[in-house]
C-alpha cells in the first residue's frame, strides 16, 4: 500500500467536474500534497450539489463528464506525481427523484417481485412502500399520465396492469403508497439515512448486493485509478465490521479510511481499515488553543441537553424505526430511553458491549430483563436494528440540535466534540498523538470537512473569546441593546458567529441563521417555522449591517482578537499538518477562510488566485526578498500549508516518531512542540495572556542539540530562545541538519 503523505480534499460537483478538477493537478502537486481526495464520483440524483445521494452505482457521474473523464483526472494527477482518493457511499441511495434511480424505480414498479428488491432495507410485512411526499392527506391532486402516476412534478411508475380508474383508484393497487409528508418519520418503511426519508438504505451485507454495488468502485481499484477509499457513514450499515473485510478483501493494498465518529476516549473498532477521516484529531488540535480556564454559566449541563435532545429526535424524528423495533417485540419507550443515554454512536455486538451497560445503566426507566438479553446478543435481529438506531439518535440529538442550542463557546461545538470539554492541554494532547502513532498513524487528520459546523479559521478565533470571556460579555451586552433576541442561546450562537467570521456577506449569515436556528428547534423549526422569530433574528441581522454605531462596533471588535485568531489559525494549522497521521486539507482552507456550516462551506474557490499567491510566496523565497507578513491576505498560512506538505512529502522519513519537546521559562506554557523524528513544530498558544505577561522573555525551547533550520523562513536557528524561534511567525517547522 502507497500511504498517501497529505490530501487535498475536492468537492467536485456538476459546475466543478472532473475535467475542472484534472486543471489542478498541477497546483496540487505545487502546494506538496501526494493525492487529490474527492467527493462522491458515482452517478448521483440529477443537479446533486454533493454526491451523496447516489441513484446508479454502476457508473461514475455522468454530470461530472463520465468515466472518460475519470479517465482524464486520473491521468492528469498521474503527470504531476499524484494519486487519487475517493469517497464512496456504501449505506444508502437517493430517492428524491425515483425516475433517476432505476433500481428504486424498479422495485416501486414490482414491489417485491423485482430484481432489485433485496437491494433495500425494506419491511416488505409492514405493507405497501411508504413513500412521504404529499402537501396534504389527501389524493386530490393525483395524476395518471404516459403510463405513470403523477404529483405535480414527481413520478411514479405504474405496475402492470393497474391502469384504469380515477388516480385515487389507481394509486391503491400500486406496491407503494403515496403519503402525506409529515406522515413519514412514523409510517416509514424502509432503513433511511439518519431522518432523511430521500436516502434509502441498502443491504451490502449480502453479497450480491455489495458485487453490484462496488462493481465500479473495483474496476478503479484494479486498474489502478485509485489509492484510497473513504467510506461514509459505516455505523448505518447492519454489519460495519462485515462490509469492511469485504472490501479490504476486494482492496488488500488500497489505503481505506471510515467516517467514524469517535467520541472522547472511544477506541477505533479493531477493523481492518486504516483509520478515520480524523475528527477526533481535530479535537485535539483545536483544543490546544482553548484556554482551558474559561467557563460560562448555563441553565442546563452539557450531559443534560445531550440527552434531552436524544430523547426528543428518538420520539419525534425515529418513530419509523421504533415501529420497526416494536414489531421485534421491542418497547418503544424503553428503547427511546436507551438510544439516549449511548454515549458514542453505536455498538458492534459483541465489540463495545460495555456502551449498552453504561446506557442501562443510566437508563431513567426500568428496562426488563428479557429486552436487556436480547439487546446483548449479536445475533438478535432487536439488536442488530437497535444498534443502528442509536447512531442516527447521535447524530440529529447532539450534532445536529443539542450543538446549535448549547453555545457557551461554538468553537468546541464539532462533530465528535464535546463542548463541555474546554481545552487539550499539551500533556494530553502528546499522550493522544503517541497513541496515534501506535495505534493508526496511517488515520486522517483534518481541521475542517464538508461536514463540519464552521470553518477552521472560525474556530480558531473564537478560541480568542475563552480567554477574555469579561470583554466578551461586556461587548455582547452593550450590542444587546440594541439588537436584542428572546432566546438567549440562540443569541450566543449569533453574535460569536457575527464575530467569528466577520467580515461576511450578509445573506450568508442570514441563511445560515436560518438552518441553525431551525436545527435548534427551540425558537423555530424545520417543520414549524417561526415566522415572526426569523423575521427577528433578520431585523437584528440588518441592524447590525446598517447601524452604523453597531456595525463599528462589531468590526472593531472582531479587529481587536482578529490577530490572536491568525496565530490561533496558523498553530493549529501547523500541528494538524505535522501530527501523526495523514493530513488532509478541505479545499480553500490553505488561505484563511470563513466558512460556515453546509451548503455554506461548498463555495466555489478560487484556485487561481491560490495559485498566483503560491507561485508569488515562491519566487519570493528564491530571490531571498521578504517573507509574507501574517496580514489578511492568507499569505502566510499559504506559506505554512505548503512548506509543511512538501516536507512531509519530499522527507518522511523526518516523521517516523514522535516526541514531545519542552520549554523553560515564564512564558513556558504558551508553547506546544513536537519532534516527529527531525521535523520539529513550534506553535504558540493562548497569544492574548502571552502578550499581557509581555510575550516569551527569557523563555526557551528545550531544542535538541545538532543545527536547525526553519522551513517557513529558510532560515539558521540561532538560538533555542522562543523570541528567536520565533520572531517572524507564531509557528515555527524546524529542520535538523
Known amino acids: 500500500?502507497?500511504?498517501?503523505?497529505?490530501?487535498?480534499?475536492?468537492?467536485?460537483?456538476?459546475?466543478?467536474?472532473?475535467?475542472?478538477?484534472?486543471?489542478?493537478?498541477?497546483?496540487?502537486?505545487?502546494?506538496?500534497?501526494?493525492?487529490?481526495?474527492?467527493?462522491?464520483?458515482?452517478?448521483?440524483?440529477?443537479?446533486?450539489?454533493?454526491?451523496?445521494?447516489?441513484?446508479?452505482?454502476?457508473?461514475?457521474?455522468?454530470?461530472?463528464?463520465?468515466?472518460?473523464?475519470?479517465?482524464?483526472?486520473?491521468?492528469?494527477?498521474?503527470?504531476?506525481?499524484?494519486?487519487?482518493?475517493?469517497?464512496?457511499?456504501?449505506?444508502?441511495?437517493?430517492?428524491?427523484?425515483?425516475?433517476?434511480?432505476?433500481?428504486?424505480?424498479?422495485v416501486l414498479k414490482h414491489g417485491r417481485g423485482s430484481e432489485y428488491a433485496g437491494w433495500f432495507d425494506i419491511d416488505w410485512d409492514a405493507g405497501p412502500i411508504i413513500v412521504p411526499v404529499l402537501g396534504s392527506p389527501a389524493l386530490d391532486d393525483l395524476a395518471v399520465a404516459h403510463g405513470e402516476l403523477r404529483y405535480y412534478e414527481h413520478r411514479f411508475p405504474l405496475a402492470p396492469g393497474t391502469e384504469g380508474g380515477?388516480?385515487?383508484?389507481?394509486?391503491?393497487?400500486?406496491?407503494?403508497?403515496?403519503?402525506?409528508?409529515?406522515?413519514?418519520?412514523?409510517?416509514?418503511?424502509?432503513?433511511?439515512?439518519?431522518?432523511?426519508?430521500?436516502?434509502?438504505?441498502?443491504?451490502?451485507?449480502?453479497?450480491?448486493?455489495?458485487?453490484?454495488?462496488?462493481?465500479?468502485?473495483?474496476?478503479?481499484?484494479?486498474?489502478?485509478?485509485?489509492?484510497?477509499?473513504?467510506?461514509?457513514?459505516?455505523?448505518?450499515?447492519?454489519?460495519?465490521?462485515?462490509?469492511?473485510?469485504?472490501?479490504?478483501?476486494?482492496?488488500?493494498?488500497?489505503?481505506?479510511?471510515?467516517?467514524?465518529?469517535?467520541?472522547?476516549?472511544?477506541?477505533?473498532?479493531?477493523?481492518?481499515?486504516?483509520?478515520?477521516?480524523?475528527?477526533?484529531?481535530?479535537?485535539?488540535?483545536?483544543?490546544?488553543?482553548?484556554?482551558?480556564?474559561?467557563?460560562?454559566?448555563?441553565?442546563?449541563?452539557?450531559?443534560?441537553?445531550?440527552?434531552?435532545?436524544?430523547?426528543?429526535?428518538?420520539?419525534?424524528?425515529?418513530?419509523?424505526?421504533?415501529?420497526?423495533?416494536?414489531?421485534?417485540?421491542?418497547?418503544?419507550?424503553?428503547?427511546?430511553?436507551?438510544?439516549?443515554?449511548?454515549?458514542?454512536?453505536?455498538?458492534?455486538?459483541?465489540y463495545g458491549a460495555e456502551h449498552l451497560d453504561e446506557a442501562l445503566a443510566k437508563a431513567r426507566t426500568e428496562v426488563p430483563a428479557d429486552l436487556v438479553l436480547r439487546l446483548r446478543d449479536p445475533g438478535d435481529e432487536l439488536a442488530v436494528r437497535f444498534q443502528q438506531l442509536t447512531g442516527a439518535v447521535m447524530a440529529k440529538g447532539v450534532e445536529d440540535t443539542a450543538m446549535y442550542r448549547w453555545n457557551r463557546l461554538i468553537a468546541l461545538n464539532e462533530v465528535g466534540g464535546d463542548p463541555s470539554r474546554v481545552g487539550v492541554g499539551p500533556d494530553e494532547f502528546h499522550a493522544a498523538q503517541a497513541r496515534r502513532l501506535r495505534e493508526w498513524p496511517h488515520s486522517m487528520t483534518t481541521l475542517s470537512t464538508h461536514d463540519t459546523k464552521r470553518g477552521e479559521d472560525v474556530r480558531a478565533r473564537l478560541a480568542v473569546l475563552s480567554e477574555i470571556p469579561a470583554d466578551w460579555a461586556a461587548a455582547v451586552g452593550g450590542w444587546r441593546e440594541t439588537a436584542p433576541l428572546d432566546d438567549p442561546s440562540f443569541e450566543a450562537l449569533f453574535w460569536q458567529t457575527i464575530v467569528g467570521a466577520w467580515p461576511i456577506e450578509q445573506e450568508r449569515l442570514r441563511a445560515y441563521f436560518q438552518k441553525a436556528a431551525r436545527e435548534a428547534n427551540r425558537s423555530t423549526s424545520w417543520d414549524e417555522p417561526d415566522e415572526a422569530f426569523e423575521a427577528a433574528v433578520n431585523t437584528n441581522l440588518e441592524r447590525v449591517f446598517d447601524n452604523p454605531d453597531l456595525r463599528h462596533s462589531v468590526h472593531d471588535f472582531a479587529a481587536r482578537i482578529t490577530p490572536f485568531g491568525w496565530s490561533n489559525a496558523l498553530g493549529q494549522k501547523l500541528v494538524q499538518l505535522t501530527m501523526p497521521g495523514v493530513p488532509d486539507v478541505y479545499q480553500g482552507t490553505e488561505l484563511w477562510e470563513n466558512s460556515l456550516v453546509d451548503p455554506d462551506n461548498r463555495r466555489p474557490v478560487d484556485f487561481a488566485e491560490r495559485l498566483d499567491l503560491l507561485a508569488a510566496i515562491d519566487a519570493a523565497a528564491a530571490a531571498q526578498q521578504p517573507l509574507p507578513p501574517v496580514d489578511v491576505s492568507g499569505a502566510a498560512k499559504l506559506l505554512v500549508v505548503s512548506r509543511a506538505l512538501r516536507l512531509r512529502r519530499d522527507r518522511p522519513e523526518l516523521f517516523g516518531g514522535y516526541e514531545p519537546v519542552g520549554a523553560s521559562g515564564p512564558a513556558q506554557q504558551h508553547a506546544v512542540a513536537f519532534d516527529r523524528g527531525g521535523a520539529l513544530t513550534v506553535a504558540t498558544r493562548l497569544p492574548v495572556a502571552l502578550a499581557a505577561a509581555g510575550g516569551w522573555r527569557d523563555t526557551a525551547l528545550h531544542l535538541p542539540e545538532g543545527s536547525w533550520t526553519d522551513a517557513l523562513t529558510g532560515r539558521g536557528v540561532p538560538s533555542a530562545a522562543l523570541g528567536d524561534i520565533l520572531a517572524t511567525y507564531p509557528v515555527a517547522l524546524l529542520v535538523k541538519g
Open 1 to 106: 500500500m502507497s500511504t498517501p503523505t497529505g490530501t487535498y480534499r475536492v468537492q467536485v460537483r456538476p459546475d466543478f467536474g472532473l475535467d475542472t478538477a484534472a486543471t489542478l493537478a498541477g497546483y496540487l502537486h505545487t502546494l506538496g500534497v501526494s493525492h487529490m481526495y474527492s467527493a462522491p464520483l458515482l452517478t448521483a440524483t440529477p443537479g446533486s450539489p454533493h454526491g451523496y445521494d447516489v441513484v446508479d452505482p454502476r457508473a461514475v457521474n455522468p454530470q461530472l463528464g463520465g468515466a472518460a473523464a475519470l479517465d482524464r483526472l486520473v491521468g492528469a494527477l498521474k503527470d504531476n506525481g499524484l494519486g487519487l482518493v475517493v469517497d464512496i457511499v456504501p449505506n444508502h441511495m437517493g430517492l428524491f427523484q425515483p425516475a433517476a434511480n432505476p433500481m428504486w424505480w424498479d
Open 166 to 350: 380515477t388516480p385515487p383508484e389507481v394509486h391503491e393497487r400500486q406496491h407503494y403508497r403515496l403519503v402525506y409528508w409529515r406522515e413519514g418519520n412514523e409510517r416509514l418503511n424502509y432503513r433511511r439515512f439518519f431522518a432523511v426519508t430521500e436516502l434509502a438504505g441498502l443491504r451490502v451485507e449480502d453479497p450480491a448486493v455489495f458485487e453490484a454495488t462496488h462493481t465500479e468502485i473495483l474496476r478503479w481499484v484494479r486498474e489502478g485509478l485509485v489509492d484510497g477509499i473513504r467510506v461514509d457513514h459505516p455505523d448505518g450499515l447492519r454489519d460495519p465490521g462485515g462490509y469492511l473485510a469485504r472490501l479490504r478483501e476486494h482492496a488488500p493494498g488500497t489505503w481505506l479510511l471510515v467516517e467514524k465518529i469517535l467520541e472522547l476516549g472511544e477506541p477505533l473498532p479493531p477493523w481492518p481499515v486504516d483509520g478515520t477521516t480524523g475528527y477526533e484529531a481535530l479535537a485535539e488540535a483545536c483544543g490546544l488553543f482553548v484556554d482551558p480556564g474559561f467557563s460560562a454559566a448555563s441553565d442546563v449541563s452539557w450531559s443534560d441537553e445531550a440527552y434531552a435532545q436524544k430523547l426528543d429526535v428518538t420520539k419525534r424524528l425515529f418513530g419509523a424505526e421504533l415501529n420497526r423495533l416494536e414489531r421485534l417485540g421491542g418497547d418503544k419507550a424503553v428503547l427511546a430511553e436507551l438510544a439516549a443515554n449511548f454515549s458514542v454512536y453505536r455498538t458492534y455486538l459483541p
